[in-house]
């Protein structure tokens, strides 16, 4: 939503890629405990967001330097982990759905008209962040089932909900923010 109001001030996708992998890289790794066993990472929320603020071209970039980043051992997934093995292991299904979802949510940006009322934003945002994390368990989940043939999946999926839930609606207040903030729409 903001990729050309950013090219207007000299902003390039390439920039804004390397920014959407450092702010990953940053804040990805944080985890949350919400409830005793109901961890929020900031990594999803930040997959979906940045793509939806910035395009599909930064948002894909700057997902796959992050993961070239982790797979190479710099500890930037969730919870400080790195490696190959994180991306071959249980949790490797919900990283490589990443880049899925910031080509899908980053389209989703760049198609809102450059007219578009900050309520028809809003409303792409929040859907866009549900889609996101929608992504990210679809791809995430038959891949962990992988590693653990016997995995409760409705236990899981209720164990993983609200977290991407409340992740969409601060992904969907961070958007009102920014937006307001620019004080021009995006």
């Given amino acids: 939503m903001f990729e050309s109001h950013l090219e207007q001030k000299g902003w390039r996708w390439p920039i ?5 992998a450092v702010i990953l890289g940053a804040l990805g790794p944080i985890v949350i405990d919400l409830e005793q066993g109901l961890p929020l990472s900031l990594q999803s929320l930040l997959v979906c967001w940045l793509p939806l603020m910035l395009g599909w071209r ?5 997902v796959l330097a992050y993961l070239a980043a982790g797979a190479a051992g710099l500890p930037v997934f969730a919870g400080y982990n790195s490696g190959i093995s994180a991306l071959a292991g249980p949790t490797g299904g919900y990283l490589l759905g990443m880049p899925v979802a910031a080509l899908l949510l980053g389209s989703i940006a760049e198609a809102t008209p450059a007219d578009a009322s900050d309520r028809n934003r809003y409303v792409r ?3 866009g962040m549900v889609l996101g994390h929608i992504v990210i368990l679809t791809m995430g989940i038959p891949w962990q089932m992988k590693f653990a043939p016997d995995l409760d999946v409705p236990a899981l999926l209720e164990r993983l909900v609200r977290p991407a839930l409340l992740k969409s609606t601060l992904g969907l207040l961070l958007s009102v923010m920014a937006i307001r903030a620019i004080g021009t729409r995006a």
Wanted: no cysteine.
């Fill in 16 to 20: 804004t890629g390397l920014i959407t």
């Fill in 125 to 127: 945002v929040g859907a």
């Fill in 58 to 62: 930064a948002g894909v970039t700057g």
